[in-house]
């Protein structure tokens, strides 16, 4: 099995696999997410309780649903790069990593921007935010680590060894908050109540977290791609590329 | 290597590859190195004579390719290959806040030798009336003659030595050589980098691997 | 030649090994404990002197001094080592790693952290915290700060090869360190309040179980990742 | 069905209009950002193996030595 995974990690060929996926994933990332939203901010009843401020959890939730997804699967791939030694996981690991903070970056704003109508501030330590900016800063310490290394096949393993870490600490980190706050907080509104929330609320909802799922591939894709031909510069397939890039 | 034929393989590299900042050091670097041998790596700054060095002791780990000991990969059996060998790098692993005989207490005990006499070991590296003076205070030579005293003191089959010779005089030296030649007649290697030429050992006894620069 | 593997004998000669060359530069003792007590000797000029306000934030000025403080100190735990390749020769002994990196952290903790507990009654004095918080703010400390000096190893251990390594250090292992300093202040604080806080020891004790067990693991294969 | 009753009714949002339209206008530019970033790395990073093998070049003609190794 090893073998057949391994053909595909060979630089070139996922360099060129990544390259035939890659326009299929971005059309079905841009219609997910086109239908999803419009649904959602159009066609959504309003919420009896919060108005039309909810609508926000069009994206709130599935950014911050796919925050954690992307750093599992950073993790996943670091583990794999580590353990198996298959550069080509290091480089999905590296390309996830810029993604993945800057979904969290955007379940952090909308989360502040749906709580300043809620609460009445821009932030309260309310758990899901707290665990949000520590999964933030943990993706900053993956990042930072991994352009401090001037060897990015050491820079891959520290990063990867660092994001396995976190991944151990996640859970941790995430019910230490959750405790936390419920015992620092006074019962706030909940902003989201997924029990209740009627059919039409949920359909664009759901399409929503999965075209940002699929954009988070399409967006690895690309980053990808940039990788490979970065981490391969000595070969000639890619020396190949650079000179035509630059005649033109 | 011929005369060698029926001398065990007691390292083995297969098809190394090294890069280091998207620059390919060597690539495809097989050899043996068997029981008896001096092996001198050579080649101009730069080439990977340390990079290569250092991952057939296993602190670094090559871009491919892999290096057995015994017939096994060495990371599959690390604790073993770390048992039978000695290593000594550019830095000596000596600390200056301890006197001679800490240091060489600590290095040999943590390679787990036991009920060892110190100041007769530091003899033969010329260090007696050395002993109670911290690292810090010797002078370059006593450092390094410092680290070079587990030479003496070891069972160790694999010799992996980068720049031995550094700031030691000619005599000590010759002394270092006939240690080596003595070591590699009772079954065990060699593997060094020097810029200096040696004396005692003949072009005959040493074998050479030669590293280029590599513009690719 | 007397030749053999003893977990036992490779574990105190190194921890001794520490303590000795602490002990013969003793600035590496004294400088965080004065930095401990420095940060915590601050706040009361930052938030004023009343003794309710202080005593509402001792539990958190305490630990987030103490956490300061166990990372400054960190930073130097393997530096040494590396700048004279004895860190090398610990990668390449027969002896198993994770044993020698525990060795180290202990020797550090010791070096480190059970001064910081025993100056920390003190600080808490000056700061006005409850009478009946004391037991429970040296517990956490007992069992919290070898968590953090667990922890913060291993980002010490990815960063000791990097020339810039002190600021990215903080980014790499204060958020780990967030879930012990949640449960040690909210300790202190259920003890003023004359709550039971054994369940938050008991977590606290767990934290430093798992850690005991897999941080030498991670500081081993950063040390490798390091030293290449 | 469409749930405002104008144009300029959605884009009150019901009063919310400056969060909603804030929290939709970061997600979106924030992508945006991430997207023409990545996509023009790969010309970035193309350039610069390219100046590397040019610098190769001139290195290897400057210490004369004429191009024996392989690869």
């Not at chain 2, 031995?164 to 070591?183: M, N, Q, S, Y």
Request: aromatic share 10%; proline share 4%; with cysteine.
């Amino acid at each position: 099995m090893w073998k057949w995974l391994n053909s595909y990690a060979d630089p070139e060929r996922s360099y060129n696999l990544a390259g035939k996926l890659l326009p299929w994933l971005a059309c079905l990332a841009i219609a997910l997410i086109g239908v999803g939203t419009t649904w959602g901010l159009l066609f959504a009843p309003t919420d009896y309780q919060q108005g039309e401020s909810y609508r926000i959890i069009f994206i709130h939730v599935p950014a911050a649903s796919m925050s954690m997804m992307a750093y599992v699967s950073m993790a996943i791939a670091s583990f794999i790069g580590l353990v198996w030694q298959i550069k080509a996981a290091d480089w999905a690991a590296a390309s996830i990593a810029p993604i993945g903070a800057v979904i969290t970056f955007i379940a952090l704003v909308t989360g502040s921007t749906w709580g300043k109508p809620m609460w009445g501030t821009w932030w309260v330590w309310d758990a899901r935010l707290t665990s949000e900016l520590v999964l933030l800063f943990l993706y900053l310490g993956v990042i930072a680590l991994y352009a401090s290394f001037e060897d990015k096949v050491l820079a891959a393993r520290a990063a990867g060894i660092l994001a396995i870490v976190g991944v151990i600490n996640v859970p941790i980190i995430k019910y230490s908050v959750d405790w936390w706050s419920s015992l620092h907080q006074p019962a706030t509104i909940k902003i989201t109540e997924k029990s209740s929330m009627p059919m039409e609320m949920l359909m664009p909802l759901l399409i929503n977290i999965f075209g940002f799922g699929v954009m988070i591939a399409t967006i690895t894709l690309v980053r990808y791609r940039t990788e490979v031909l970065a981490r391969n510069g000595m070969r000639p397939w890619v020396r190949a590329l650079a000179t035509k890039e630059v005649a033109k | 290597m011929a005369e060698n034929q029926k001398s065990e393989v007691l390292v083995h590299a297969n098809e190394l590859t090294c890069i280091r900042e998207e620059r390919i050091l060597f690539d495809e670097l097989s050899f043996d190195i068997n029981a008896g041998d001096i092996v001198q790596i050579e080649g101009p700054n730069g080439a990977g004579k340390t990079s290569l060095l250092r991952i057939i002791a296993g602190l670094s780990r090559p871009y491919a390719g892999e290096v057995h000991y015994l017939n096994q990969n060495i990371t599959r059996c690390r604790d073993e290959f770390n048992h039978d060998l000695l290593y000594l790098g550019h830095l000596a692993g000596v600390k200056s806040e301890l006197t001679a005989e800490e240091n060489l207490n600590f290095n040999l005990s943590i390679s787990g030798y036991h009920d060892f006499d110190t100041s007769s070991i530091l003899s033969k590296v010329n260090l007696s009336g050395f002993e109670d003076a911290l690292a810090g205070h010797l002078s370059a030579g006593q450092h390094r003659r410092t680290a070079l005293a587990r030479l003496w003191h070891t069972n160790c089959r694999v010799w992996i030595l980068d720049e031995p010779f550094t700031a030691i005089d000619k005599k000590g030296v010759e002394e270092l050589e006939k240690l080596f030649i003595r070591h590699a007649e009772s079954g065990g290697c060699v593997i060094l980098t020097t810029h200096q030429d040696m004396g005692v050992v003949t072009e005959k006894q040493l074998r050479k691997i030669r590293l280029d620069y590599r513009f690719v | 030649m007397n030749r053999g593997i003893s977990y036992t004998r490779a574990f105190t000669t190194l921890f001794m090994r520490d303590i000795k060359i602490a002990i013969r530069h003793r600035g590496d003792i004294f400088n965080p404990l004065l930095f401990f007590i420095m940060v915590v000797t601050l706040f009361p000029l930052g938030v004023g002197p009343e003794p309710q306000v202080l005593s509402r934030v001792a539990p958190g000025i305490i630990w987030v001094a103490a956490l300061l403080a166990s990372m400054l100190s960190l930073e130097r735990l393997f530096k040494a080592d590396y700048n004279d390749g004895t860190l090398e020769q610990m990668l390449l002994s027969p002896q198993p790693l994770p044993l020698l990196v525990l060795a180290k952290v202990l020797a550090h903790w010791v070096l480190t952290g059970v001064p910081l507990i025993l100056v920390a009654p003190l600080l808490a004095v000056l700061l006005n915290l409850e009478s009946n918080s004391y037991g429970a703010l040296m517990a956490t400390l007992a069992l919290g700060t070898p968590v953090l000096s667990l922890l913060g190893a291993i980002g010490v251990a990815l960063t000791v090869g990097l020339r810039k390594g002190g600021v990215l250090l903080s980014l790499l292992i204060l958020p780990l360190y967030i879930p012990v300093l949640i449960f040690a202040t909210s300790a202190i604080d259920a003890s003023g309040m004359n709550l039971p806080y054994t369940p938050h020891l008991a977590i606290i004790g767990a934290i430093l179980a798992g850690s005991l067990i897999l941080a030498p693991i991670a500081i081993g294969a950063s040390l490798r990742v390091s030293t290449n | 069905m469409i749930q405002f009753d104008s144009i300029s009714d959605f884009f009150h949002m019901g009063g919310y209009a400056f969060y909603v339209w804030l929290a939709y206008g970061i997600t979106f530019s924030s992508l945006a950002i991430l997207i023409v970033m990545s996509a023009r790395s790969k010309r970035k990073i193309l350039v610069e193996i390219a100046g590397k093998i040019a610098r190769e070049a001139r290195l290897k003609e400057s210490r004369g030595i004429n191009s024996e190794s392989k690869t």
